[in-house]
């Protein structure tokens, strides 16, 4: 289905199983296919609703720098279960998707069950040069994302073993990544990416939160793996889940720990008043 928000922007929606809501974000980049291994599973106990962000996927793609904020995005999370009837849900977010579902958690956690918090951070990713996120910006505006691409391969930012890996061993997983990247609006890919790199740092707010609260990162995801600590350790009564020989995409590179982890947690959450 497709969700339009107030600004007109039509995002595709996707929703299945029984249960208490639980809503998936995906990263930077990403793309609602990216928890598309587990749907079936988990909508066995939940109503789960992936999407792809503005910007990405299936979903429109405003040619206006001021269409895309992490707060244009968690405000599309708000009207997405609005359009589905979720009053309350559990939400994960993953890296970007992270970011949005902190920023959604600490401006109004009202809607909220539970949150999961999956290789993200709290603030500015550490060891990203924010020149070279400009450098990269201007690249994706003036010579297209095609340019970007060869740089990034370069760079291998988030490459780890675990990733490699899944390029080697999982059938089409080097296609997906570049479906998704070829989906990818190279304005949003900038304004996104300088908001990432120049948000502001916002562990400690995160003190005040009081929901039940799982944290997961990949052993391998060097960027995020200590701000995931931190992360844990801040945030009253959170749990923290170490994935094994993992990178930054754990549901794809130990998808069995990863299920296990968000299977559990879920488990134990209080029932959902009907």
């Known amino acids: 289905m497709r969700v339009t928000t107030d600004d007109g922007v039509r995002l595709e929606v996707r929703s299945e199983g029984d249960g208490p809501g639980f809503v998936l974000l995906h990263g930077f980049g990403g793309a609602k296919e990216d928890f598309a291994d587990h749907v079936e599973m988990l909508g066995r106990t939940h109503r789960v609703v992936t999407f792809d962000h503005r910007g990405h996927g299936e979903s429109d793609k405003p040619a206006d720098p001021e269409a895309y904020s992490l707060d244009r995005l968690a405000a599309d999370v708000g009207q997405v279960t609005d359009a589905l009837g979720l009053d309350r849900y559990r939400l994960l977010g993953h890296s970007m998707g992270g970011m949005v579902a902190r920023r959604l958690a600490l401006a109004d956690p009202t809607p909220l069950d539970a949150l999961v918090l999956m290789d993200t951070t709290p603030g500015p990713v550490p060891g990203i040069d924010p020149d070279l996120v400009e450098f990269g910006a201007e ?17 291998d930012p988030l490459g780890t073993d675990a990733y490699r890996r899944m390029l080697v061993e999982r059938p089409g997983y080097e296609e997906f990544q570049a479906r998704k990247w070829a989906a990818l609006s190279p304005v949003m890919w900038a304004t996104m990416a300088r908001e990432i790199a120049h948000q502001p740092e916002q562990l400690p707010l995160l003190a005040g939160l009081s ?64």
Do not use: N, Y
């Open 139 to 155: 690249v994706a505006l003036t010579e297209g994302m095609a340019r970007l691409k060869q740089l990034q391969d370069e760079l």
């Open 211 to 274: 929901l039940p609260t799982l944290v997961i990162v990949g052993e391998q995801d060097e960027p995020f793996f200590e701000r995931s600590h931190a992360i844990a350790a801040t945030i009253s009564g959170a749990r923290l889940v170490v994935i094994r020989d993992a990178g930054h995409s754990p549901q794809f590179e130990a998808p069995t720990a990863w299920l296990a982890a968000i299977r559990e947690f879920l488990a134990e959450l209080a029932p959902v008043s009907p």
